[in-house]
Nanobody, 124 residues
Framework: QVQLQESGPGLVKPSQTLSLTCTVSGVTITSNSLYWSWIRQPPGKALEWMGAIDYRGSIYYNPSLKSRTSISRDTSKNQFTLQLNSVTPEDTAVYYC????????????????WGQGTQVTVSS
């Protein structure tokens, strides 16, 4: 029932900010106990959890990315967003938004509901 769709530019220049939006349907992002996550997968690498915002608006970040990452939400649009600043080619990845039923800080998780993912390339 829950559906998630990532959107945003597929190409970002080095030093710029990567901005993505996840549009959620089938459930409101303020629904009790739900967590809304961003995960990425660089080519040839493992899934990496980036952070999440929960139903109350609390935000959680992967410490390795915290200094560059900002997650927010727009409840009127049932959307949550990802901003990753100062990007480099190492940030090239498929970016996913996902729904969890608790705080799960791993790249893969049983029961996680995924968007289809969107390719973001940081040009060199």
């Amino acid at each position: 029932q829950v559906q998630l769709q990532e959107s945003g530019p597929g190409l970002v220049k080095p030093s710029q900010t990567l901005s993505l939006t996840c549009t959620v349907s089938g459930v409101t992002i303020t629904s009790n106990s739900l967590y809304w996550s961003w995960i990425r997968q660089p080519p040839g690498k493992a899934l990496e959890w980036m952070g999440a915002i929960d139903y109350r608006g609390s935000i959680y970040y992967n410490p390795s990315l915290k200094s560059r990452t900002s997650i927010s939400r727009d409840t009127s649009k049932n959307q949550f967003t990802l901003q990753l600043n100062s990007v480099t080619p190492e940030d090239t990845a498929v970016y996913y938004c996902a729904r969890d039923t608790g705080l799960i800080t791993t790249g893969q998780a049983t029961g996680r509901k995924w968007g289809q993912g969107t390719q973001v390339t940081v040009s060199s």
